[in-house]
């Protein structure tokens, strides 16, 4: 299994990114993915998770209305909207996948990682 993120950059406060996330190695279309990061000095955070079917998604506080997670199964990818991005959205963004049903927020729920892709939010 691979998960290859990309689309990280830098970005003024208040603009916009949108992140990406391509599987390969298995039935993309049968797990729940997630978006975590992680800033410098910091331990790695849950962002968001949507379901399968892209029918549920569950956001972490600190993005909540400025971030939108979406999926293509015809397209193995999973995207990461971020709009009205704030100095504190520094971090490596990471994609993740969890074999298991629900949606949840613990690191040690997901199975495999992409590499990171890195985002700057200047002021």
């Known amino acids: 299994v691979q998960l290859q993120a990309s689309g990280g950059g830098l970005v003024q406060a208040g603009g916009s990114l949108r992140l990406s996330c391509a599987a390969s190695g298995l039935t993309f279309s049968s797990y729940v993915m997630g978006w975590f990061r992680r800033a410098p000095g910091k331990e790695r955070e849950f962002v968001a998770a949507i379901t399968w079917s892209g029918g549920e998604t569950y956001y972490a506080d600190s993005v909540k209305g400025r971030f939108t997670i979406s999926r293509d199964n015809a397209k193995n990818t999973v995207y990461l909207q971020m709009n009205s991005l704030k100095p504190e959205d520094t971090a490596v963004y990471y994609c993740?996948?969890?074999?298991?049903?629900?949606?949840?927020?613990?690191?040690?729920?997901?199975?495999?990682w992409g590499q990171g892709t890195q985002v700057t939010v200047s002021s």
């Open positions: 993740a996948l969890r074999r298991g049903y629900g949606l949840v927020r613990e690191k040690y729920e997901y199975d495999y």
